[in-house]
């Protein structure tokens, strides 16, 4: 999907909509990762968990945007816990010793 195939871009959320509806999948079991504000807002708006990636020390202005985790690289994330529909950041590795 891409900006080309809605009427408006983000933050409306209908490009969102419409790779949900593409892929038949209710927009509450949807997850959007978004580096932008608006990106967030327009998941949030369409119904969606919004994945924050903060690459430019924006981590504030995506929380604003309600954000529901931000983080500033995808290896943060926490893969095992998706499937149960749960979004968080990984553990930090025990110290060795």
């Known amino acids: 999907m891409s900006g080309r ?3 408006r871009g983000k933050p409306d959320p209908a490009q969102f909509l419409l ?4 892929v038949a ?3 509450a079991r949807c997850l959007v990762v978004e580096n932008a504000p ?3 807002g327009a998941a949030k708006t ?3 968990a919004g994945l924050g990636i903060a690459r430019l ?3 504030a202005r995506l929380r604003e945007a309600g954000a529901d985790l931000v983080l500033t690289s995808l290896d943060q ?3 095992s816990a ?3 529909g749960v979004l968080r950041m990984r553990a930090a590795p025990a110290p060795p010793g």
């Open 5 to 7: 195939d809605v009427p």
């Open 19 to 22: 790779a949900a509806t593409s």
């Open 25 to 27: 999948t209710p927009p």
């Open 38 to 40: 608006a990106g967030i």
């Open 46 to 48: 369409g119904g969606m």
């Open 57 to 59: 020390g924006d981590e």
């Open 77 to 79: 994330l926490d893969m």
């Open 82 to 84: 998706l499937p149960s």
